[in-house]
Structures are given as structure tokens and as C-alpha cells.
């Protein structure tokens, strides 16, 4: 590119990097075939560009028509115009996955094409019938994953689809300075000290390259996560073995990160990073063509390891680690082969019973759960940094490992909800760090989508309450339908005086308080939020927990946040780490990740059921299809009509206050409707004739005035 900039006017190179990107050049070298000096065809051909495996990630492009043809036009003049250069840039310095695409053996009797990192495919020489002396065509033969032994990197020119005529081969040239540098000196480089203070070998762990050139190393690798214990740790355990010699090594580190992120998969790649990081390392030792064998007893990592081309889920949470995973592996010029093995089989057989890579796996899994025990008993945990990762990104002081627009995504969400919850008065800004927000976000997800379409109208204050409609509606009323109260405000929701509210409050209140009970839940938490929820937040909590300590701040802040806040699920971090210590010695699988999810969705449920008893009341049509309200109405009308006084009617109506009045209570609505309206009607035709015989003296007078 920078040869290019020189050449190119500004406003051609954008053009010019799309195609660039398009054929994945990087160096001039990309650019050559093993001869040094001829330009590949491969990289000026479209059609050709699968011919060249990649190592390197570049973003997908799709150039126009003018943008190859500027490509080709500039390639021309940093070359030459028969796309040579003059002098040959000479032999190849450095392992690079873009010369070993295609490689041969020293008699140049096969070649081997790298698709990608696990994946070969054979080409054999073409028999020459004819007799010309052209003996350079190969023909592909078979794909595998374990090629023969290849000495010299090649170049091919593409007949067809399955045949290649052999242009150039090259030799690798050997950097010696590297072998002066100790393989264990080199595998620590660029990373942090405490990433290997785990690290053990025999002798001075350069058997470990004559193994992978024997190939006699075997690698198993495993991962641990004890929620249990601290859901935001993880460990990984690694274990090398030399088959011929026996000569061992162990790598075990323990990493801290957050509730969200550690998990026994990131365990697990954790382990596997730290392996293809070795095998990156040793790509510089060893040219061996022999396959190295790794042990994994989880799935997902080995599907990984078998498309570590393919990108990352925007959704992952691992990418940090998984990326740089993967381009460890696409890296390594060492031959490596992944192999699934089934863990924890020292539970149902005997140690001396199962296969080598079995007792490695084994050997791994007590390896990682070790490093996370000592790790937790001595308070020392790696960082999430490591090696060959293409970039760090710090958000909020915490390393973004799942993928940047998630990431992003949360931190902008927590500064504008910080923000709002406090124009809103519900919680200062100064305390909004002390809400648990992980379990709150944990729970909501698992709730019903409509349960959580409810809660965010409920927080934001615009569900549908007689104070919200009667700013809408002048003919609403802004009072409570149950109790009568003015001022029906979302506070209102889990305080009205109800009976039958209160009724279901006193319900659902118990049937928290035993699901607590049940679930291992301390017992001053029990007693304590039993008594907060039976007096409706009127009684501090730290009054309530005087005589709990254990409780004191978590109290304070409690009562600091307020009951609206505790009703919406919006409880303090330290009432959960209470009941966190509290399950560790309880010696229970329940996590507390798990009673969290279970305590706050019963914390909701108690206001969730107040507002759908208050719906019920209001809405919900019971009998003959007219909802409770509208049948209490109707009786209360019906009631007061009936003390009418039958004065108040004309003559031919008074017989409408002699009906059976137990018959009407106890008869269909609709009757009672049409009497009341008969009465309403009676009623307005006694007012008519009286307001007109006042005005019939006055009409009188008038006309004999006139007359």
C-alpha cells in the first residue's frame, strides 16, 4: 500500500485498497510467486483468488470493474509490464501462511495445496504421454488432513479446477537468532508475568520441540468453573506429555473477570488459547509436517477447531478469547489434529484402566479445579490479557470480552438509565451503583415478553393508571377503583387498603416468605423481608434488623433505596453477597445466580398480581359479560334510588318505588338497569312540569298585558 500511495492521487485510494483487500496482499511478497520476481496470477485474477490461503484477516470486499482495473494498471508500474521485477527479492525469511499455500518435496514428485488449516489436498505428476519434455502438470488426488512431509514451498499456475502446472519452488531460509532464544523464554514473551506463574517442565522444556519433530507430544487440555463457589472465576489446566521420553509438562492459571462472562467454556478456551499459543511458538523451532494430537472433552471447542476461519457471533460472549484462539491456529505452520475425549471418567473407572489421552484429560481436569482452589486461597488471579490478541478494548475500566457492540451497547444503557432513574426521582445518582442490576437484567430475561413490557411500563411510570389516563381523558377520574382514593399513583399499586388487595398482598407476601425457607435463604434474611413486606415499607429496615448485625448495611441501604424500589426488584449488592456466603456453607448445587433469578421474580410477582387484581376489578367482564365495577355501580345507583320519596314523582309514576325490591337485588343486572333508568326518567319528568308551572304565572300576565 505504501508503494501504491506514492504512485496513486489520494482520490484513487480507496479504489485501489478494495481490491487489495479483495486478493489479501499485505507485503510485496504477497505478491510473488516462489521465483522471486513473477507477479502471481492468482492476485490479479479474480477468478483465481481461491488459490491463495490467507493468514492473515481481511475484511470482505467486493471491488468494481474500475477498481480491478486500477489494481492491475498499478501493479504494472510497481512492477514492471510484464509483471516481473528485476532484481528476485530472494529467499523466503519468516514461516508465513501465504508461502505455504502450495509446498512440495525435494524431488517435486507431489504437491500439497492448504485450504485452510486442517484441510490438504494431494496433486500427483500427470504422466506425459506425449513425449515433451514438460513434466511440471499435476492432477489432484485426495483431500486429508494429514499431508506427506514437504521440504519446499511452491507456486502453481491453474489449468482447471483439479489441475496445476508447477511454475517455481523456494527454500525457507532458517533465522538462527531465534534458536538462540530458550523455547520457555520465547512462550512467555509479550505476556503478563502471572499468566505463567503456573508453568512446570521437565529440564528446561526443549524436549518439547524435539517431540513435535518426532511427533511424540501429546497435549490434553481442560477447564473449571464452581459457581458455587465464585461465579466470576474460571481456571484452565494444561498438561504436555512426551510419549517417547516421558517427559512432562503442566501450565495451570486461574482468571477473574465478571458473573456475565466466567463460565466453564471460557474454562475451556482458555486452555485451548494457551495450547495454540504453544504451537504458535513452536512453529518457529520446528518445521515437522507430522500432526501434533490435542485432547478436549468439549464439543464446542473442537467444532471451533475445525472452522477457525469462520467469524465470530455477535452474541458470543468468549470472543476476546475465541479469536485469539483461532488466529493462533491459523498462525502455527505445525500440523495439528483435535480429538475429543469423554471427562470425568475416573468417576466410573479406575485411573489405571483408561486410555493415555484419557488419563491426560484427567490430569487436566484436576489440574484446573486446583488452580481455581489455590487461586480463591490465596487471592491471586490472572488478568484477562494474553498473548497475540489483535486488540484490547477497555470499557469503564473492565476489558471487553464478549463482542464491542454488546459492550457498548450496556455501558451507554447504564449511563442513560443512571440518568433517568434520577430526573425521575426514583433512585439519586449517587446510589445507583448499589442496585444488583446483574440479577435484576438475569431475571427480567427469563420473565414472559409481555410480563416485560408490563415492567418497563411500570418503572417508567406510564402504565395505565387512573393518574395517567385523567391527563388523557377529563372524564376519567383520578382515583383508585378498589378503595376510593384519590391520587391512584404507581406507589399506590402495592399499598392500597383494599380488602381484597390486601388479601392477595398478605398471599403472595407468605408464599415468598416459604419458597424462602425452602431455598436454603438465611434465616435472618427471612425474618427480615418477611417483616419489611408484612408492614409495607412503613417500618424502616434497619429498624426492623436491629437485632440482625449481619443485616446493618444491607438495611441501610435497603431503606436508603426505598420500598418502591424494593417492590420493583431493585434490591442493594450486599444483600445478595450475604445470601451468596450463606448458600457456601449451606453445601447446596443451588447457586446464587440461580436464587436470584428464582427471589426477584417473586418480588415482582407480588406487584405484578396486585396490578392484574386491580385490571380484574376494573376490566374484566364476570358475570353476564359486565366487569365488577360496573356491576358495583349499578347496585350503589340502585341502592340510593331506592330511598327516593314518592312525592318527588307524579302520580302515574309512583308505582315504579313499589316493586319488590329483593326480587330486583336478586334478579338479573338488566332489570335493574331499566328500573333505574325509568326512575332517572321519572325523576326529569317531575323537574320538567315544575320549572314550567313557575314560568306559567309570569306567561299569564304577559298576554293580558298585551291584550
Known amino acids: 500500500m505504501e508503494e501504491a500511495i506514492k504512485i496513486l492521487p489520494s482520490t484513487q485510494w480507496k479504489s485501489f485498497n ?67 521485477i528485476s532484481p528476485p527479492i530472494g529467499k523466503y525469511l ?28 494431494v496433486y500427483y505428476r500427470i504422466a506425459n504421454l506425449k513425449g515433451t519434455r514438460s513434466q511440471n502438470t499435476f492432477q489432484l488426488h485426495h483431500t486429508t488432513t494429514c499431508p506427506p512431509p514437504c521440504s519446499l514451498t511452491a507456486s502453481v499456475i491453474p489449468i482447471s479446477r483439479d489441475i496445476v502446472t508447477l511454475h517455481s519452488v523456494n ?48 497435549i490434553a487440555h481442560d477447564g ?16 504436555l506429555l512426551c510419549t517417547q521420553t516421558g517427559h512432562m509438562g503442566t501450565i495451570k492459571l486461574c482468571e477473574r473477570t465478571n458473573s456475565l462472562t466466567a463460565s466453564n467454556y471460557r474454562g475451556e478456551l482458555l486452555g485451548g488459547l494457551i495450547t495454540s499459543h504453544i504451537l504458535r511458538v513452536a512453529s518457529a523451532y520446528s518445521s515437522s509436517t507430522t500432526a501434533t494430537h490435542i485432547y478436549c472433552d468439549n464439543m464446542g471447542v473442537i467444532h471451533h477447531t475445525s472452522h477457525p476461519d469462520a467469524s465470530t457471533s455477535s452474541k458470543q460472549p468468549q470472543a476476546d478469547v ?55 486461597d490465596k487471592s491471586q488471579f490472572c488478568k484477562p490479557f494474553y498473548p497475540n490478541e ?41 446510589l445507583f451503583e448499589l442496585v444488583n442490576w446483574t440479577g435484576l437484567h438475569l431475571t427480567i430475561k427469563t420473565l414472559p415478553q409481555m410480563t416485560q413490557v408490563w415492567m418497563t411500563k411500570h418503572v417508567s411510570g406510564t402504565c395505565a393508571t387512573n393518574k395517567q389516563l385523567a391527563k388523557m381523558d377529563k372524564n376519567v377520574i383520578d382515583k383508585c377503583q378498589c378503595c376510593g382514593r384519590r391520587n391512584e399513583t404507581v406507589l399506590h399499586i402495592t399499598r392500597c387498603p383494599n380488602k381484597g388487595r390486601r388479601l392477595l398482598f398478605t398471599q403472595t407476601t407468605e408464599e415468598l416468605t416459604s419458597w424462602m425457607r425452602r431455598s436454603y435463604t438465611h434465616p435472618e434474611i427471612v425474618l427480615a423481608i418477611g417483616s419489611y413486606l408484612r408492614y409495607r415499607g412503613r417500618v424502616t429496615m434497619k429498624k426492623i434488623c436491629l437485632e440482625f448485625p449481619t443485616l446493618t448495611q444491607a438495611a441501610i441501604e435497603t431503606d436508603l433505596l426505598g420500598w418502591r424500589n424494593f417492590t420493583e426488584a431493585r434490591l442493594p449488592h450486599t444483600l445478595f453477597s450475604i445470601q451468596d456466603a450463606w448458600l457456601q456453607t449451606c453445601g447446596t448445587r443451588l447457586t446464587i445466580s440461580s436464587w436470584t433469578k428464582q427471589f426477584l421474580t417473586r418480588i415482582i410477582n407480588i406487584t405484578r398480581r396486585q396490578w392484574l387484581y386491580r385490571n380484574a376489578k376494573i376490566h374484566i367482564a364476570h358475570a353476564e359479560g359486565i366487569p365488577f365495577a360496573t356491576h358495583e355501580r349499578i347496585m350503589n345507583r340502585t341502592k340510593s334510588l331506592m330511598a327516593t320519596d314518592p312525592m318527588d314523582l307524579l302520580p302515574q309514576h309512583r308505582s315504579l318505588l313499589q316493586v319488590d325490591y329483593k326480587t330486583l337485588g336478586e334478579g338479573p ?39
Not at 492473515?56 to 510497481?78: A, G, K, S, V, Y
Not at 507431489?110 to 485450504?115: E, L
Not at 499468566?195 to 507430544?217: H, M, P, R, T, Y
Request: charge should be positive.
Open 18 to 84: 478494495r481490491a487489495r483487500k479483495y486478493f489479501k496482499v499485505y507485503f510485496l511478497s504477497h505478491l510473488l510467486l516462489a521465483d522471486g520476481c513473477t507477479v502471481n496470477p492468482a492476485v490479479m485474477n479474480p477468478t483465481l483468488s481461491n488459490h491463495r490461503y490467507a493468514g492473515m484477516r481481511f475484511p470482505q470486499e467486493r471491488p468494481t470493474p474500475e477498481d480491478f482495473n486500477l489494481w492491475t494498471h498499478t501493479i504494472r508500474r510497481i512492477t514492471s509490464s510484464t509483471l516481473t
Open 669 to 707: 343486572t338488566v332489570d335493574r338497569q331499566y328500573w333505574i333508568a325509568c326512575v332517572e326518567s321519572a325523576n326529569m319528568s317531575k323537574k320538567r312540569i315544575r320549572s314550567s308551572s313557575k314560568d306559567e304565572p309570569n306567561t299569564s300576565r304577559k298576554r293580558s298585558y298585551l291584550q
Open 390 to 430: 489483535h486488540m484490547r478494548i477497555v470499557i469503564d475500566g473492565e476489558k471487553v470480552t464478549a463482542t464491542i457492540k454488546s459492550t457498548l451497547y450496556t455501558s451507554w444503557g447504564r449511563r442513560i438509565a443512571r440518568g433517568l432513574f434520577a430526573r425521575k426521582e426514583i433512585i439519586p445518582a449517587h
Open 224 to 239: 473449571s468453573f464452581m459457581p458455587q463457589v465464585d461465579n466470576t472465576i474460571c481456571a484452565a489446566g494444561i498438561v
Open 171 to 218: 527454500t525457507i531460509e532458517q533465522d538462527t537468532t531465534v534458536h538462540s532464544v530458550p523455547f520457555l523464554t520465547k512462550l512467555r514473551e509479550g505476556s503478563p508475568k502471572h499468566l505463567w506463574k503456573g508453568l512446570q517442565f521437565d529440564k528446561d522444556g526443549e524436549w518439547v520441540i524435539q517431540a513435535i519433530d518426532n511427533g511424540s507430544l501429546l
Open 94 to 121: 519468516r514461516l508465513c501462511p501465504e508461502y505455504l499455500t502450495w509446498q512440495t518435496d525435494s524431488d517435486n514428485s507431489y504437491i500439497v495445496h492448504r485450504k485452510n488449516s486442517t484441510t490438504f489436498q
Open 322 to 376: 475465541l479469536l485469539a484462539f483461532t488466529n493462533n491456529l491459523k498462525m502455527s505452520s505445525l500440523h495439528w489434529q483435535y480429538h475429543h475425549v469423554l471427562s470425568h471418567l475416573d468417576d466410573t473407572s479406575d485411573f489405571k484402566d483408561l486410555s493415555l489421552p484419557e488419563k491426560l484429560n484427567v490430569l487436566a481436569d484436576k489440574l484446573a479445579k486446583d488452580a481455581l482452589l489455590e487461586a480463591i
